[in-house]
């Protein structure tokens, strides 16, 4: 990864993940109700597991992986406070899941909530993390590209449309790109970068993101 675990696992134990806001986010919440969702899922990065936590409510096969050890903790804490029993989540390296035998090719859906963005400066760390997206996608398998958008001020790496095109050329095929909202929590983390933006009473905000969605060929 891009930054040590500890560096992750801070904002978790502090609670001033911007990322962290009590639920899922509504654009993936809206891929679901869709109809978009199926097979066997994995979720990279899965943070606070709110999304685990919903998909495993509602009867999918998920797994929730996130490089943070403090993390995995909070998201197991969610799951036990939402009372969903049966949700599971592993420490694991995005960068890496090919490297495991029984990752390779094993998941119909992948759902990226705001980690790729994570590795928009960095395009040796982004191709692997792609490599890696490549290797545990069943051939016609689908991800779910969730990731903040450049087009608008914000907070947080944001990236361009043309980052995801040009990211993911060599076996995937790009089915949609369209721009959408992504929901974060503002803490002091990015309190700097938020001035100006339009925060609720709670201190969540709804900025400038892209929804894709591509086809692994």
Known sequence: ????????????EEDTAPWVIGEPQPAIVALERAGEINGRVLEP?????????????????????????????????NAKSRDVPDVRF??????TLGDR????????????????????????TRAAYVRSLHAV??????????????AEPGFGPRISDMLIRE?????????????????????PVV???????????????DIAAWMARLRRL
């Open 101 to 124: 035998p029984e990752f390779q090719a094993a998941f119909d859906t992948v759902v990226d909530s705001a980690l790729f963005h994570v590795f928009g400066t960095d395009p040796d």
């Open 167 to 187: 990211s993911f050329t060599d076996g995937w095929e790009l089915e949609r790109l369209e721009p959408t909202r992504y929901r974060g929590r503002v803490t």
């Open 137 to 150: 996608c069943k051939p016609g398998g689908t991800l779910h590209l969730l990731a903040l958008s450049d």
């Open 90 to 95: 592993e420490v694991a390296d995005a960068l």
């Open 45 to 77: 990065g899965c943070g606070a597991g709110e999304h685990t936590i919903l998909l495993t409510a509602l009867g999918y096969d998920v797994l929730g992986i996130d490089f943070s050890p403090s993390a995995i903790d909070y998201a197991r804490a």
């Open 191 to 205: 309190a700097d970068q938020a001035a100006g933006l339009e925060v609720s009473a709670s201190g969540l905000v």
């Open 1 to 12: 990864m891009t930054r040590p675990a500890d560096s992750w696992n801070t904002v978790y």
